[in-house]
Structure formats: C-alpha cells, structure tokens
C-alpha cells in the first residue's frame, strides 16, 4: 500500500549520502515526501539554516515528489500543519534504534495518529553519520564517500567552511 506523503525530519547538518539514499527508498512507499529541515535550540549547527535547506533542494532540483521546507518546535506540530500522519526516520545501528523509538512513542502521545516508519541503512552509508561528515569538513578531509558532490561543491565554492 502506498501512502500519499511523509516527513522526513532532521537537522541534515549537512545531508549525507545516507540521508539521500534513505530518502530515495521512502519514495517507493509515498508518493510525496516533505523533507523538514528543523531547528533545534540545543543544537551547535555548522551551517544555517538557510544553507542546509538549499543543500537539499540543489540534490533533489529533478525530483518533483520531494518538498523541502524550514520548521521550528515540535514535529508532531510540523505534521500537523502540513496534514501528514508518517513520520520517516532512519536507523543506522542499535543505538539509533533504541533513540527513535522513544521519540517515536513521544510523538504518538503527542498526536495518536502519527506513525513513525523505520527504515534501516543500507551496508553501504551505515557508518555515515552528520557528526563525523562535520568532523571530516573541518580537517579537510575527502568527502566524496559522505556527500553528494553539489553539497560538497556548494561548501568549497562558497567558502562555507
């Protein structure tokens, strides 16, 4: 059964490999899915806003069914307003797992219809994670194994770094 859309929210700080192959699987099961670039208070981010955002939409320029918008406060308050019940979360290892399963029970507190789909990484981008991509951008190390090369040019031909 197809559902017509998803969120697929995170601070994709900045989008990874692992986060595009992740969102490439969620359009088998949806026909539409809003890619929610959040803003967390407790969160140190490496770039804006406004950069992660265009991140997203320079991957995805040709895909139609994919939607990229700015949120701040609660993703069950985000679905909500966009009238969306299927929240999109990846799980790369069993720490992963045992985090989004509890903020996938808050949220069905939050909002009973939401419902919280697991999709598992692939062996290839398991081991990628936004933290260590950042750490390998201020050493200056190779990206090309961690992001999409129009991320990576964006970052080296803006000076983003």
């Known amino acids: 059964m197809k559902y017509n859309k998803a969120i697929f929210p995170g601070s994709f700080d900045p989008i990874t490999l692992g986060h595009i192959d ?16 959040g803003i967390n208070k407790e969160k140190k981010y490496m770039f804006n806003i406004k950069d992660r955002k265009h991140f997203i939409e320079l991957v995805f320029k040709n895909e139609k069914r994919i939607i990229v918008k700015e949120y701040r406060g609660l993703t069950t308050d985000f679905c909500k307003q966009e009238k969306v019940t299927h929240i999109i979360r990846g799980i790369r290892n069993n720490i992963d ?9 808050t949220n069905s507190r939050l909002n009973k219809k939401i419902k919280t789909i697991f999709l598992l990484a692939t062996n290839k981008y398991h081991f990628i994670s936004s933290s260590v991509v950042r750490d390998i951008i201020l050493s200056k190390g190779h990206l090309d194994s961690f992001l999409p090369k129009e991320v990576i040019d964006e970052i080296l031909n803006k000076n983003l770094i």
Do not use: N, P, R
């Open 22 to 37: 992740l969102i490439e699987s969620s359009l088998t099961l949806f026909d539409q899915i809003i890619i929610g670039v």
């Open 97 to 105: 797992l045992e985090y989004e399963k509890t903020i996938a029970f």
